[in-house]
């Protein structure tokens, strides 16, 4: 087991040097001057630049930059924004709760609607509640996320009129941001209506939820659906039945259990869609997130905000992706026998 | 097998033949199919044969809805834009940058990818161990991310993303033909070439590579399916192919400004993409299947 978290640790240390190297040699591959891309700031005089110029390392050579460059990563600077001359650490977690609040209820709501499905079709292989759960899925899996974001606004906000089509909330109320995570804030402020403002922010949550959650829903119902049939098959689901279980009993004994523990490893590719439908679907509901400020970031050749997003991001993917994998070897016993018997 | 007709000769379909005698059987996979050769046909022929040019701008019919509706025209199958531009021909037009571009970016990441994949495959020791760690980093980035950085790099515009997809899709590549070929390294039909004296690329060449193809075939089946998405959530960012091309994302985007006057602009793109890549990922569905199931009459 100890051996096991070190090659994980160690995997995870290179993995993320490269990635640092990869967003370090984007500060050379921009268009433009290293120095400028690197701190940020457009307009310099003659002695400033020499001076940043200094204090960047950018005067030497390719591999002091570099550790100079992990010395200022660390210390969480990664210069100022080229639009707004903000530190970009600071722009960066101003976004980033409305992101996490928006995935993490589209996440709730892929589990919630996606292993209870993907059990079922797998419980019922072959039948026709199977085929109807699959064949929907299979469906949904390639509507492009962009278009289902533009159906929904077209069916539910201009022809029903039923919910709003961008933004977290209402421009009538004003929320003080203390957290970033809209649903905490209404409970931490001192508004006088808070249920009024409380509905008007589901209100403008459903939409980019539910266009969120489209594709990892589906994701799940097929995995949890093979890894169920896997299940089924196995010996020991027999021995159970011949013991003389109820269906219920076996389902949530033995059958939900074991088909969930493989699929766990899986989730990391979750995160992956999960991040880049985030991408698109808050440019489509204009959600002040990480996505949006991005593209932002893209449009306005922001390449400080870019290289900083890059590495911040990527180091995320791959830090979940790790915990995943371990969190994996904990909890299922049938890999760590498999890991103790080849050593 | 016993043979009640001993007289004339019995031919045994190879594996290949299996297969596909397997997907036939499946009517779904089948239609899907043809609607993939449909849209192929489309992507190359269409260019030709569509009624208008994509950019050609008619003023008199401005906004013209689908023909069927009674405001509609019929010199105009599925209506105009917003600049009298005919939304067939657009869409016919978009089919082969859209599609067809997918289809040779994903053949060229194959390329790349597969023979990538096979040195790494076949090397041992330190050299495909930092190979995988490389791999692991770039695999670990979300592509849509690493797209829109590289068209950061090289600006906005068509031929930069087909650049990006292509650096992002050449990963993928690498991973799967790098597992496949770990795979039969392992068996034994392999240890019995290397006991006959066969060299590492003839080994590669004749045993392993037979063996693999489907594999890849099946990769590039989710390869075009992903670079069709890459492309047109570039195209509707605004980061691929740029405003007034008739590329499907970059039609969805113009269309957002009309959406509440014009809906066939937001319905009729998205509806094509949604039939291209619904067929695209059943066709591959199909084909996982029959090579699961093939062995089995």
């Not at chain 2, 000769?9 to 299996?18: A, I, L, R, S, T």
């Not at chain 2, 069927?68 to 600049?83: C, E, K, M, P, Y």
Request: aromatic share 10%.
């Amino acid at each position: 087991m100890f051996v096991y978290l070190l090659r994980r640790i160690n995997l995870l240390f290179t993995t993320l040097i490269v990635i640092s190297v990869m967003s370090f040699s984007l500060g050379h591959l921009f268009p433009g001057d290293p120095v400028i891309n690197f701190s940020g700031k457009p307009s310099l005089t003659y002695s400033e630049y020499q001076d940043l110029s200094q204090t960047l390392a950018l005067d030497k050579s390719y591999f002091e930059q570099y550790l100079a460059y992990l010395k200022r990563s660390f210390n969480g600077d990664f210069g100022v924004s080229f639009s707004s001359q903000k530190p970009i650490l600071d722009e960066f977690l101003r976004v980033l709760p409305a992101s996490i609040e928006l995935s993490l209820y589209a996440l709730l709501v892929t589990l919630v609607f996606g292993l209870p499905l993907g059990l079922l079709a797998g419980i019922k292989n072959n039948r026709l509640i199977d085929r109807i759960i699959f064949s929907v899925a299979t469906i949904l899996n390639s509507i492009p996320i962009f278009w289902v974001g533009l159906l929904f606004i077209l069916i539910f906000t201009l022809n029903m009129n039923w919910l709003p089509m961008s933004g977290r909330l209402t421009l009538l109320y004003e929320v003080p941001s203390i957290t970033g995570f809209l649903l905490v804030d209404i409970a931490l402020s001192d508004l006088a209506n808070k249920s009024y403002v409380y509905t008007d922010a589901l209100r403008h949550l459903i939409l980019p939820t539910a266009t969120l959650a489209v594709l990892p829903a589906t994701l799940v119902i097929g995995m949890m659906r093979s890894s169920v049939i896997h299940v089924m098959g196995m010996p020991y689901i027999k021995a159970a039945q011949t013991k003389g279980l109820t269906s219920w009993q076996l389902i949530t004994r033995h059958v939900f259990r074991n088909a969930l523990l493989p699929i766990i490893p899986q989730f990391g590719l979750l995160f992956n869609t999960l991040v880049t439908s985030t991408m698109i679907t808050e440019v489509i509901f204009s959600w002040p997130g990480i996505g949006n400020w991005i593209i932002e970031a893209i449009y306005q050749r922001d390449f400080p905000a870019i290289q900083a997003s890059l590495l911040i991001v990527a180091s995320m993917m791959i830090s979940i992706n790790v915990l995943l994998e371990i969190a994996h070897m904990m909890v299922n016993p049938l890999m760590r026998k498999e890991f103790n018997a080849t050593k | 097998m016993p043979q009640n007709d001993i007289y004339n000769e019995v031919e045994y379909p190879g594996p290949y033949q299996q297969a596909w005698g397997k997907f036939k059987q499946n009517h779904v996979s089948w239609v899907c199919f043809c609607i993939v050769m449909f849209f192929i046909f489309v992507a190359v022929i269409g260019p030709f044969i569509s009624p208008y040019s994509p950019y050609h701008q008619d003023t008199g019919y401005v906004l013209l809805p689908p023909s069927w509706q009674s405001a509609g025209n019929v010199h105009f199958l599925l209506g105009t834009d917003d600049l009298g531009r005919d939304v067939f021909s657009r869409l016919i037009h978009g089919t082969s940058l859209t599609f067809g571009i997918s289809l040779l970016v994903a053949f060229g990441a194959l390329v790349i990818g597969v023979s990538l994949g096979a040195l790494a495959g076949m090397s041992k020791g330190i050299r495909s161990s930092i190979f995988n760690h490389l791999l692991d980093a770039i695999l670990s980035i979300p592509s849509l991310l690493l797209a829109v950085v590289i068209v950061a790099i090289l600006g906005p515009g068509l031929n930069n993303t087909i650049w990006a997809v292509l650096l992002v899709l050449i990963p993928q590549f690498v991973h799967r033909t790098q597992i496949v070929i770990r795979d039969e390294l392992k068996k034994e039909y392999i240890t019995a070439a290397r006991l006959d004296g066969a060299s590492e690329f003839h080994i590669l060449k004749n045993s392993i590579f037979p063996n693999i193809i489907e594999s890849i075939i099946l990769q590039y089946s989710l390869a075009v399916s992903a670079a069709m998405l890459d492309i047109a959530a570039l195209g509707f960012l605004g980061l691929g192919a740029q405003h007034g091309s008739p590329e499907w994302g970059a039609m969805l985007s113009d269309s957002i400004d009309l959406i509440y006057r014009a809906s066939w602009l937001a319905i009729l793109p998205g509806i094509t993409m949604f039939l291209c890549l619904l067929s695209v990922n059943t066709v591959g569905h199909g084909l996982r299947n029959a090579l699961k199931h093939r062995s089995e009459s």
